[in-house]
């Protein structure tokens, strides 16, 4: 994988796809070594942030590439949930 960007430590955002799928197979499987999404490097550090019900926020960190950056998800209202 192209690790261009890790000199800011921030995710490409060509690279947001590979971090939702790292995301949802770290939390499938707690114990695997998760693949970075800028480097490859098995290892990724996921931490749920979330403030549910409103958004999904996980903390993404590699030691191989430096990563050290946020995915933000929003989540829709509901209904009545402002009033």
């Given amino acids: 994988m192209d690790n261009t960007n890790s000199a ?3 995710l490409p955002a060509n690279r947001i796809r590979e971090a939702m799928a ?3 197979a770290g939390q499938q ?15 990724l550090q996921v931490e749920d ?7 999904e926020w ?3 960190s590699c030691t191989s590439c430096g990563l050290d950056d946020t995915l933000h998800i929003p989540l829709g209202s509901r ?5």
């Fill in 79 to 83: 209904p009545g949930s402002f009033s």
């Fill in 58 to 60: 996980y903390a993404l």
């Fill in 22 to 24: 790292a995301v949802t």
């Fill in 8 to 10: 800011n430590n921030t």
């Fill in 49 to 55: 942030r979330s403030v549910r019900p409103h958004a």
């Fill in 29 to 43: 499987n707690p114990e695997a070594a998760v693949p970075c999404p800028v480097c490859g490097a098995p290892g």
